[in-house]
């Protein structure tokens, strides 16, 4: 553990919850302006320990906080959000703002438009504070792989927040944020929740628009909240979910209140267990954390019921075939032509691609590239991407068939707790098994969140993953609240 002067202590604090922090700027107590000047004066004091901030957008936070100071002092209805500090991962655009998806090959570049998440948030009151580091083009477990540096974790600084989103956890469980924008492909919300001991939310694919977010595999990819509380990730959801004539993709259901949804006692609810995401390989003080989890839902009023998902073995190398075969087409366009770096070695339009995509990406990233060109190369097309795109219809026909005996779905969102820095870097495939409990909700594009659920002896937060049936993100909050609850 790190020594006195970088302890938890130091670094971990509960941001206040969304409704008191718009109770006092409602009643005047609180100004949005001095909340936003307070936040930044926090992360001037932290985050050069923690390096979760990689730009500060202060000018707009700001005018977007006296707005809202302007609307208290007449009188008038706050919207849902604010004043509510609130970070962005820099894989989602922010107009005016750098926009780096931790890579280099993105320097200098500034989109001219906001995606469309972070244009509800702030439609919604919310003051946006900057934006955040996280694994370069969000490929990585542990956010070790930005371009600019790890990401600390807050609980303790020698160890990693998770990955791809770590900065978006890690500033909320350092109240660098209330709460913060981050996107999953493989568990890049839920695992870095776990690790950090906060609360993260997968919505099901297509429920949020994906306009905006720089593209790692577009048909896993997701854009969610992270939040201190429950209640708060159920509100944030609320607030940028729903259709956008932007993406094609997005889902045109009916937007559920989750807020209210997730006060409904979760009594009734039938809980599976599957045997898979508790066998070999998982930590025993993770394990423990989660059957105390259960019993708690059990004491609740829920039922619980084991289940069976067996083709779960096969979920890693699918996701692991089929997300780098979509990173190798999606990045395909950072080739130093229209924007981002290049090289200054090119002396040729071939040698520009080459230089410049060899200088500008980083070693993981080039791993995927290499592994998806291969899987989609001819004679090798249909024994790796189409066998895995196989094996993923059958996972997610696993789910449905468990959803037809039960509500939700509980698992240990990660086998282990945080681990240290360096500690995984050299051995890529231990790195991926890190995703073996997230990528399969992931490959059915159902929902989840990860709430915490105790800590170790050594005091690393534990996360319990919650897995619902798609647009079941009521039912997710629901046991979500409840294992809150129980503390």
């Given at each position: 553990m790190p020594d006195e002067t970088q302890s938890a202590t130091s670094f971990?604090?509960?941001?206040k919850t969304l409704a008191a922090l718009r109770e006092e700027i409602s009643s005047g107590r609180t100004k949005a302006t001095d909340l936003a000047a307070s936040y930044y004066a926090r992360i001037e004091e932290k985050n050069p320990r923690l390096n979760v901030y990689l730009s500060l957008t202060k000018e707009r936070a700001l005018a977007q906080a006296a707005r809202i100071d302007a609307l208290a002092a007449k009188g008038d209805p706050l919207p849902p959000l604010a004043g509510v500090p609130m970070g962005i991962k820099d894989a989602l655009v922010v107009q005016g703002a750098p926009a780096t998806a931790g890579s280099k090959i993105l320097k200098g570049y500034q989109p001219p438009y906001d995606c469309t998440a972070v244009a509800r948030l702030e439609a919604a009151g919310a003051v946006l504070l900057g934006k955040l580091n996280c694994d370069e083009f969000a490929m990585g477990s542990s956010n070790e792989n930005s371009a600019f540096g790890p990401v600390r974790n807050p609980v303790d600084p020698e160890r990693v927040p998770g990955g791809s989103s770590g900065g978006s956890a890690a500033a909320v469980a350092a109240n660098l944020a209330v709460a913060t924008l981050g996107s999953d492909t493989g568990g890049s919300i839920r695992q870095p929740a776990s690790f950090c001991g906060v609360v993260g939310v997968l919505p099901t694919w297509g429920r949020v628009s994906r306009y905006g977010l720089i593209a790692f595999a577009s048909s896993l990819d997701r854009v969610g909240p992270f939040a201190a509380h429950v209640r708060d990730a159920a509100t944030l959801l609320g607030a940028i979910a729903g259709h956008d004539p932007m993406d094609a993709t997005c889902s045109a259901a009916p937007v559920e209140d989750y807020a209210a949804a997730s006060d409904k006692p979760a009594a009734g609810l039938r809980i599976g267990v599957p045997a898979e995401y508790f066998a070999e390989g998982?930590?025993?003080?993770?394990?423990?954390a989660i059957e105390k989890g259960i019993a708690a839902l059990e004491a609740a009023g829920c039922s619980i019921h084991p289940i069976a998902l067996p083709h779960t073995k096969y979920a890693v190398p699918a996701y692991y075939l089929?997300?780098?075969a979509e990173a190798s087409a999606n990045l395909a366009r950072f080739d130093g032509v229209r924007y981002g770096y290049r090289s200054p070695q090119s002396t040729s339009l071939a040698g520009m691609y080459a230089h410049s995509r060899?200088?500008?990406f980083g070693a993981e990233v080039k791993r995927r590239i290499l592994l998806g060109t291969y899987a989609l190369s001819a004679g090798y097309y249909d024994a790796y991407y189409r066998k895995a795109q196989q094996v993923r219809r059958i996972l997610a026909e696993e789910f449905l068939r468990a959803f037809a005996q039960v509500d939700a779905i509980v698992t240990p969102t990660s086998p282990f707790p945080a681990f240290k820095i360096g500690e995984k870097t050299g051995d890529p495939l231990a790195m991926y098994l890190a995703d073996i409990y997230t990528v399969t909700a992931s490959l059915a594009g159902i929902c989840g969140v990860s709430v915490p659920c105790g800590a170790t002896r050594?005091?690393?937060?534990?996360?319990?993953?919650?897995l619902a049936p798609h647009l079941g993100e009521s039912?997710?909050?629901r046991v979500a609240r409840a294992v809150e609850a129980a503390g």
């Amino acid at each position: 553990m790190p020594d006195e002067t970088q302890s938890a202590t130091s670094f971990v604090e509960k941001p206040k919850t969304l409704a008191a922090l718009r109770e006092e700027i409602s009643s005047g107590r609180t100004k949005a302006t001095d909340l936003a000047a307070s936040y930044y004066a926090r992360i001037e004091e932290k985050n050069p320990r923690l390096n979760v901030y990689l730009s500060l957008t202060k000018e707009r936070a700001l005018a977007q906080a006296a707005r809202i100071d302007a609307l208290a002092a007449k009188g008038d209805p706050l919207p849902p959000l604010a004043g509510v500090p609130m970070g962005i991962k820099d894989a989602l655009v922010v107009q005016g703002a750098p926009a780096t998806a931790g890579s280099k090959i993105l320097k200098g570049y500034q989109p001219p438009y906001d995606c469309t998440a972070v244009a509800r948030l702030e439609a919604a009151g919310a003051v946006l504070l900057g934006k955040l580091n996280c694994d370069e083009f969000a490929m990585g477990s542990s956010n070790e792989n930005s371009a600019f540096g790890p990401v600390r974790n807050p609980v303790d600084p020698e160890r990693v927040p998770g990955g791809s989103s770590g900065g978006s956890a890690a500033a909320v469980a350092a109240n660098l944020a209330v709460a913060t924008l981050g996107s999953d492909t493989g568990g890049s919300i839920r695992q870095p929740a776990s690790f950090c001991g906060v609360v993260g939310v997968l919505p099901t694919w297509g429920r949020v628009s994906r306009y905006g977010l720089i593209a790692f595999a577009s048909s896993l990819d997701r854009v969610g909240p992270f939040a201190a509380h429950v209640r708060d990730a159920a509100t944030l959801l609320g607030a940028i979910a729903g259709h956008d004539p932007m993406d094609a993709t997005c889902s045109a259901a009916p937007v559920e209140d989750y807020a209210a949804a997730s006060d409904k006692p979760a009594a009734g609810l039938r809980i599976g267990v599957p045997a898979e995401y508790f066998a070999e390989g998982l930590d025993a003080e993770v394990r423990a954390a989660i059957e105390k989890g259960i019993a708690a839902l059990e004491a609740a009023g829920c039922s619980i019921h084991p289940i069976a998902l067996p083709h779960t073995k096969y979920a890693v190398p699918a996701y692991y075939l089929i997300a780098t075969a979509e990173a190798s087409a999606n990045l395909a366009r950072f080739d130093g032509v229209r924007y981002g770096y290049r090289s200054p070695q090119s002396t040729s339009l071939a040698g520009m691609y080459a230089h410049s995509r060899d200088e500008g990406f980083g070693a993981e990233v080039k791993r995927r590239i290499l592994l998806g060109t291969y899987a989609l190369s001819a004679g090798y097309y249909d024994a790796y991407y189409r066998k895995a795109q196989q094996v993923r219809r059958i996972l997610a026909e696993e789910f449905l068939r468990a959803f037809a005996q039960v509500d939700a779905i509980v698992t240990p969102t990660s086998p282990f707790p945080a681990f240290k820095i360096g500690e995984k870097t050299g051995d890529p495939l231990a790195m991926y098994l890190a995703d073996i409990y997230t990528v399969t909700a992931s490959l059915a594009g159902i929902c989840g969140v990860s709430v915490p659920c105790g800590a170790t002896r050594a005091g690393l937060p534990v996360g319990m993953q919650i897995l619902a049936p798609h647009l079941g993100e009521s039912t997710a909050f629901r046991v979500a609240r409840a294992v809150e609850a129980a503390g």
